[in-house]
């Protein structure tokens, strides 16, 4: 939910809407902007009882409320203070090209160093390479654990970020001490708690960022 701030609420009547939005197990936070300013109920703000008094109240002169409950995440929340960005390129703004292959050969190392340079020539805003396969066949290749060492020089020669999936604990292990800056779960472990509550304890208090496929 967000209420555009009122310039000539007091303090008092502020607190009463602190009041009531606490009531309801929600926080407020004010977005203070060049132009507008608002505040953002942030929570479980989809309460019809919650939005009608906020709405009754004199002083508020309109309630607008969000589909979304991930507003700080949401591209389509008016808050403006959000943005994520990884390895120096912003997200949600613009249409952004991660290229690259969906295997890094180990073998052959400057394959993948010209097609980055290639990539990067061409627009690219980011790199991504395959280090570790999710293989169904168990005789089919299943990734090297030298191809990391390929991406992160990819990136170091292009400037770029990189982006890879890590299938497992050890992957996340060896991807973050190597500094990778997306981290992809794919949809076979869209579904694996074990390995996304892995996955977030890793990236606390780091610029690390997730790409989570959900294709199911």
Excluded at 184 to 200: D, P
């Amino acid at each position: 939910m967000i209420i555009p701030k009122n310039p000539k609420i007091s303090d008092d009547q502020l607190a009463e809407v602190e009041r009531i939005v606490e009531e309801f197990g929600c926080k407020i936070q004010v977005i203070e902007g060049a132009v507008q300013s608002i505040y953002a109920i942030l929570g479980d703000e989809r309460h019809e009882l919650l939005i009608n008094r906020i709405e009754g109240l004199e002083y508020i002169d309109r309630v607008d409320t969000i589909q979304s409950p991930h507003k700080l995440l949401d591209i389509r929340s008016e808050l403006k203070n959000h943005k994520t960005v990884f390895g120096g390129v912003e997200l949600g703004k613009r249409l952004l090209a991660i290229a690259g292959p969906c295997t890094i050969d180990p073998k052959d190392p400057n394959r993948f160093y010209e097609t980055a340079e290639a990539l990067k020539e061409a627009g690219a805003h980011a790199l991504r390479g395959g280090v570790w396969k999710p293989r169904t066949n168990p005789y089919s290749y299943q990734g090297n654990d030298k191809a990391l060492e390929i991406l992160m020089e990819g990136s170091m020669r292009t400037g770029l970020p990189v982006n890879t999936e890590v299938m497992d604990e050890r992957n996340l292990k060896l991807a973050m001490e190597a500094g990778v800056h997306m981290l992809q779960i794919g949809t076979r472990n869209a579904l694996n708690y074990s390995l996304l509550r892995a996955v977030g304890q890793a990236i606390a208090g780091t610029d690390t960022v997730v790409l989570l496929k959900r294709g199911r």
